[in-house]
């Protein structure tokens, strides 16, 4: 009997056709989920790409901005075009300027030049690119629009009274107090940083601070006049109120009850809400607004001019000058071949005077930069030298000045149609010079003067009125500004302190000044302007503006109110009003620029 066994050759060829099936489908499936993780690599690759080059683009836009800012404030043209490295990256940008020069009246007062810029930047990763855009505008403010303007910490501590009326500003921080009472009688008190109630460097906080409540004009008598207290420490503590050093930027608020909240009696609101409460508009008042204001309620930078402006020659690409055989004096070379050209003021002045390093001769030149004859100043210009305690190196070390008649100089015919002087001497990096202006009280038109070194001005300026009847602006930009009273005789030597006498300077002044550290006071507002008399008890009395841009240069002599240097006057110091109108402001005047985003997309 034969058996037939069937199927079992069949079932292994099934098998093995869907072992060769499975295989097949395992390896599909292997190789669509390779795929899937590449390509899910590859997304998120591409993601990765194109958000570094969102970041970039847009950092650029950031650097952009910085740019147009500092070029503006500088008295320059926005660039048109530019690249940054951002995070390796690198990134173009192009800039159109796409409105100009409108003039706006802020919240403060304050005349504004605004100027909007359309910016776009394109940053490629790996092949992926990314374009952004936005519309910037700068804000210029004149600078002389503030009463105090401080590029770097600001520090006020007199020891008698003193008012400050006017707008106040610095970019660094601003620390407050008093021997006895200051007081701010303003609508705009703001710091880019920290608002600080004690000595920089110090725990030392003392005397009283009042602050004006804000008004939209602080000069109309019709407003009203409410002062709310900035508490020292010690103030705060006879309120039973524990603080680090005051009611400033370090007050994180003081909870009586524990309740968990700021609004019950006994408590007090921390100083970023604080500030506006206290010094906001007074009850009733129709419009709001704050006087005191930090970073932290959104306060920005505002750019000014570098020092470089004010000085005679600066290093630039393809200038017209270069540095002279004698290492001193700079020589005229063809257009575009040289190192250096004029400084800004410099190559603006109607009217400039250069000292030879002997401190001795020098060269007078009209607006086209032609020579003024010699004897055509005669008795109008000359040379001449002061004690400056501060600035001695040791007891006999005398200044050299160049003097300039300002009353003289304006009958000679020889005054600048712009309003622009500039006067310096070469070799100041050797050995500290100056300009002495006087016989100045009245002058005939408005005027600046720029010096590279230091500048000392000798009795009253620009404190009666022209033969016109209409008021004259001035102003003044140097490394030092130092103001000698009506009775400086010319004649102080070492030990010796002359008494000073009523003096006014109805001026605008920018002016260096040198850091504060530890146990190290610059001397702070009070002594921006320098002071060589006995002047305790004796009115000087100063209408301007006060502005410190720049550590000096030259007049590196650290503040002392002892021996012979000087005493402090009683000080009479004010804004002038008339510098809220753009056209009431001297000639040349610098602008600070803030620079904010309108739209991006």
């Known amino acids: 009997m034969r058996v037939r066994i ?6 292994r060829g099934v098998a093995l056709i869907y072992a060769v099936f499975g295989a097949f489908a395992a390896a599909s499936m292997v190789a669509v989920m390779l795929a899937m993780g590449r390509w899910t690599n590859d ?30 404030a500088n008295w320059g043209n926005a660039p048109t075009e530019g690249s940054v490295t951002i995070n390796g990256i690198d990134v173009d940008f192009v800039v159109e300027r796409i409105a100009s ?10 005349q504004t030049l605004v100027d909007t810029y359309e910016v776009e930047a394109r940053a490629t990763v790996a092949g992926t690119r990314y374009t952004a855009q936005r519309i910037v505008s700068t804000d210029s403010t004149p600078i002389f629009q ?40 303003s609508n705009y008190m703001h710091a880019r940083g920290e608002i600080l109630r004690h000595r920089k460097g110090s725990a030392t906080s003392r005397g009283t601070v009042d602050v004006r409540r804000w008004v939209d004009d602080p000069w ?35 909870d009586a009850n524990g309740d968990g909240d700021y609004h019950d009696d006994g408590d007090w609101l921390p100083f970023i809400a604080g500030a506006f409460d206290f010094w906001g508009e007074p009850e009733g008042y129709g419009q709001s607004g704050h006087t005191v204001q930090t970073g932290a309620h959104g306060v920005q930078t505002a750019a000014a001019p570098s020092v470089e402006a004010m000085n005679m020659y600066t290093e630039v690409a393809g200038g017209d000058y270069d540095l002279s055989a004698d290492g001193v ?58 004690y400056d305690a501060r600035e001695a190196d040791d007891d006999s070390t005398q200044t050299q000045v160049l003097t300039i008649d300002m009353a003289l100089l304006h009958e000679s015919g020889w005054f600048p149609d712009n309003g622009l002087i500039y006067a310096s001497h070469y070799g100041l990096a050797d050995d500290l010079k100056g300009v002495y202006l006087h016989n100045g009280a009245v002058l005939e038109s408005s005027v600046t003067v720029v010096v590279e070194g230091a500048l000392y001005i000798q009795g009253d300026y620009n404190s009666d009125l022209p033969a016109d009847g209409i008021p004259s602006s001035a102003a003044v930009i140097a490394d ?20 000073a006498t009523e003096t006014t300077y109805n001026v605008a002044l920018i002016t260096g000044n040198y850091e504060s550290t530890a146990g190290n006071y ?46 402090a006057p009683q000080r009479n110091w004010d804004y002038d009003t008339a510098f809220n109108s753009i056209e009431n402001l001297p000639p040349y005047t610098p602008h600070s620029v803030t620079a904010r985003d309108v739209v991006s997309w």
């Not at 069937?6 to 079932?11: A, E, I, K, W």
């Open 522 to 567: 610059n001397g702070g507002l009070e002594n921006l302007p320098r002071f060589h008399e006995d002047w305790g008890g004796i009115d000087c009395n100063i209408r301007g503006s006060l502005v410190n841009l720049w550590e000096s240069q030259y007049a590196t002599g650290s503040w002392s109110i002892r021996g012979d240097r000087y005493r």
């Open 480 to 499: 030092a500004v130092n103001f000698l009273s009506n009775d400086w005789a010319g004649d102080k030597a070492p030990g010796d302190l002359p008494d």
């Open 329 to 386: 004096t700079y020589e005229q070379v063809a257009d575009g071949t040289g190192s250096y050209d004029p400084g800004y003021f410099h190559g603006e002045a109607g009217f400039s005077i250069l000292v030879d390093p002997d401190g001795v001769t020098w060269t007078a030149y009209d607006a086209d930069g032609d020579v003024i004859p010699a004897d055509a100043l005669a008795g109008i210009v000359g040379v001449d030298e002061i």
């Open 101 to 110: 020069d409108n003039v706006t009246i802020e919240q403060s007062g304050i």
């Open 43 to 72: 997304l998120a690759d591409s993601k990765r790409d194109k958000m570094q080059a969102q970041y970039a683009a847009e950092g650029a836009l950031d650097f952009a901005r910085k740019e147009i800012r500092d070029s503006v």
């Open 6 to 11: 069937q199927g079992s050759g069949q079932r």
């Open 146 to 185: 503030f009463a105090v303007f401080y590029d770097s910490d600001l520090e006020v501590q007199p020891g008698p009274s003193m008012t400050l009326s006017g707008r106040v500003r610095t970019n660094g921080d601003m620390f407050l107090g008093c021997g006895d009472t200051l007081t701010v009688d």
């Open 220 to 254: 109309d008598p019709s407003n009203p006049v409410e002062f709310e207290r900035m508490h020292s420490k010690g103030q705060l503590f006879a309120e039973g109120v524990a603080s680090t050093s005051g009611y400033d930027s370090n007050f994180m608020g003081w």
